[in-house]
């Protein structure tokens, strides 16, 4: 028989939970404010999305299933409640809305390889600072699935579950963040001379990230 120590208590259902909860879920922590600050575009608001995440995630505690993936479900608990959120101030926001049929564009693309050609090459030279300006620029319904995917590497079925909303809306989400993200990115790209204007004018004298793809597709196959 095994007897507590004078002065001990005797560790409870909530103790183990909150000790399991340490472990699997509080790991997570930077990876989730990352995330809530590009959702939020705002610190202290990221902060306050985080804990009500977290305060969320502890009172369901008992849903979770050990040892399968906890921060996917974190990340679940994160985008419905900043998505709830922002229905609660504005009635006529909807992340989820019809499935376009040119989702399917980007094709079975579901990380940021979608920028390594020919956008790696200036990629790689742009401030972070940029970076997350162009991100946080893009409205809330491309913004979270671009989170999702580019800076978390979440798969289009994960990314469907944790918005609830069909795959084929989340393809098309995506697709339409990336393509404004790359224009973006493009346009820092150009202001810091990275890019020349001359390597992605076109005959009209306009300047392009079509342009510029043509002419580092062509340059790579000459």
């Known amino acids: 028989m095994i007897f507590n120590r004078p002065g001990r208590k005797r560790p409870t259902d909530e103790d183990a ?3 399991a909860f340490n472990e699997e879920a509080l790991v997570h922590m930077d990876s989730i404010f990352n995330a809530a600050r590009y959702m939020t575009r705002d610190a202290a608001a990221a902060e306050d999305l985080v804990q009500e995440t977290f305060l969320r ?8 299933k050990p040892g399968t993936n906890c921060k996917a479900w974190l990340f679940r608990i994160l985008t419905n409640t900043f ?3 922002n229905r609660k101030r504005q009635r006529t926001y909807s992340l989820i809305e019809d ?3 040119d989702a399917g564009i980007d094709g079975p693309l579901e990380s940021s390889a979608f920028y390594s ?22 409205p809330d319904n491309f913004r979270i699935p671009v989170i999702l995917a580019d800076l978390h590497d979440f798969s289009y079925k994960e990314i469907a579950e944790m918005m609830d909303c069909p795959v084929g809306t989340v393809m098309s989400r995506l697709f339409r963040g990336r393509k404004q993200l790359q224009e973006e990115l493009f346009g820092y790209a150009l202001e810091l001379g990275i890019i020349s204007p001359a390597s992605a004018r076109d005959e009209d004298g306009t300047i392009s990230l079509e342009t510029y793809r043509a002419r580092k597709k062509s340059a790579a196959a000459g």
């Open 57 to 64: 995630a502890f009172r369901f505690w008992d849903r979770y």
């Open 99 to 101: 499935a376009d049929t």
């Open 17 to 19: 939970a909150r000790a």
């Open 117 to 138: 050609t020919p956008e790696q090459e200036y990629l790689s030279q742009l401030f972070p600072e940029h970076v997350r300006a162009a991100v946080e620029a893009l």
């Open 83 to 85: 998505i709830n959120k």
